[in-house]
């Protein structure tokens, strides 16, 4: 929040939709290839491992995991940079020159995120399996201080340009502060290819629906930003920036629990403990409830106040908070199945079925695109968060 605050005031809501949009290409790469793999496949197998007394193992396949995955991103990141001039045009395709111009620069730069993410995820990993979560949870605050510093020191001076650099040193850090605690835990950085492993094989197999749930979700995303793209100036920035407000509680609420929950999850059905596997579930399901119930209502009625308090100065004027308004509203609506859907996800995935998801993910993006256009239509960048909260209920139900 303290971090779109600074981004709202200091930025004009149309250079900041193209700051948004930069980051719609590499974090589907990203998406596709790291994030699904980690919460779907290599935390529930590392979980495995551990709760066989197979540490070595374990230790093994992630040299496997960190080596051979980061030399696949390495090959996708340098096609997307030479693909992404003819890309760009694809997904704002109603940005006038200037602003496609600054979208292709800045998404270029943000190239080398995903590059230090996957490191630092597959450390995010090692920590989860552990359920060691302070240090985890500390590295999302660094990378979002990094850029809160860099809007506040540098953007008057070098404007979106110290924003973007401002992202890749806390990508950095969110991975450097996680080496050390890794390290006392047993893990060595070592280059291992091995494709051959059951391990590593087992990880492909059920990191694919994930993936799949994953990357037609940023598809989503690109599809709201190329509509967005042709709405009010800085709908783009809008939609984002209301969207990250409904996200905080989802987070704190839903995706903690659901976190937290998971390794415990997984270590159930490894032991083939059900009783408890349904114990930890129907508690954290009470608990995101309990939270998000009140938080949705609050969140709808406090909108405007909560859009002018965290948005509302420099350039972010009366005319954007009206349409940030009116977007959070719809947006707070879908609190609940948000919060819940990491858990549901997460005990799939800790039953080592990673399909169910993926189908509910592939459902609801179907419908969020099919319900974006007309009521993008009808009532603009809010549409689409009308479209999104409904898709989102369906998805959970």
Not at 280 to 305: D, E, H, N
């Given at each position: 929040m303290i971090r779109d605050h600074y981004l709202a005031q200091k930025i004009p809501t149309d250079i900041l939709s193209s700051y948004y949009a930069a980051f719609r290409l590499p974090d589907l790469v990203f998406n596709i290839l790291i994030l699904g793999t980690i919460a779907s496949a290599f935390i529930p197998v590392f979980t495995s491992y551990l709760s066989r007394k197979n540490e070595k193992e374990a230790w093994q396949v992630t040299s496997a995991v960190l080596t051979i995955f980061f030399a696949v991103m390495v090959v996708m990141l340098v096609g997307l940079f030479f693909l992404l001039p003819s890309l760009i045009p694809l997904l704002v395709p109603k940005f006038d020159s200037y602003h496609q111009e600054i979208t292709l620069k800045i998404a270029r730069i943000l190239l080398l995120s995903p590059l230090l993410f996957t490191l630092s995820y597959i450390l995010s990993g090692i920590l989860n399996s552990f359920k060691r979560f302070l240090i985890y949870s500390i590295a999302p605050l660094v990378y979002n201080l990094s850029i809160i510093l860099g809007t506040i020191l540098l953007a008057d001076r070098f404007g979106i340009w110290a924003i973007a650099w401002a992202v890749i040193m806390g990508a950095f850090l969110h991975f450097f502060i996680q080496i050390f605690p890794a390290w006392r835990l047993g893990w060595r950085p070592k280059l291992a290819f091995n494709l051959t492993h059951p391990a590593v094989k087992k990880i492909v197999r059920l990191m694919g629906p994930r993936s799949v749930a994953l990357g037609i979700n940023q598809v989503m995303l690109a599809i709201y930003t190329m509509i967005a793209s042709g709405l009010t100036s800085g709908?783009?920035?809008?939609?984002?920036?209301?969207?990250?407000?409904?996200?905080?509680?989802?987070?704190?609420?839903?995706?903690?629990?659901?976190?937290?929950?998971?390794?415990?999850?997984?270590?159930?059905?490894?032991?083939?403990?059900?009783?408890?596997?349904?114990?930890?579930?129907?508690?954290?399901?009470?608990?995101?409830?309990?939270?998000?119930?009140?938080?949705?209502?609050?969140?709808?009625?406090?909108?405007?106040?909560?859009?002018?308090?965290?948005?509302?100065?420099?350039?972010?004027?009366?005319?954007?908070?009206?349409?940030?308004?009116?977007?959070?509203?719809?947006?707070?609506?879908?609190?609940?199945?948000?919060?819940?859907?990491?858990?549901?996800c997460r005990s799939f995935y800790a039953l080592h079925d990673t399909k169910t998801p993926m189908w509910a993910a592939i459902f609801f993006v179907i419908v969020a695109i099919g319900l974006g256009f007309p009521l993008a239509g009808q009532l603009g960048v809010a549409g689409l968060a009308l479209a999104f909260t409904l898709a989102a209920f369906l998805q959970i139900i």
């Open positions: 709908a783009v920035a809008i939609f984002e920036l209301s969207n990250n407000i409904q996200t905080m509680p989802t987070v704190v609420f839903g995706n903690s629990v659901a976190t937290a929950v998971f390794p415990s999850l997984s270590e159930s059905w490894a032991l083939r403990q059900m009783e408890q596997f349904r114990s930890y579930f129907r508690k954290s399901f009470r608990a995101i409830l309990f939270f998000l119930l009140p938080s949705t209502v609050g969140l709808f009625l406090l909108r405007a106040q909560i859009v002018r308090l965290i948005l509302g100065s420099g350039f972010f004027g009366w005319e954007q908070t009206i349409l940030a308004s009116a977007t959070l509203g719809y947006f707070a609506l879908s609190l609940i199945p948000q919060g819940l859907l990491p858990l549901f």
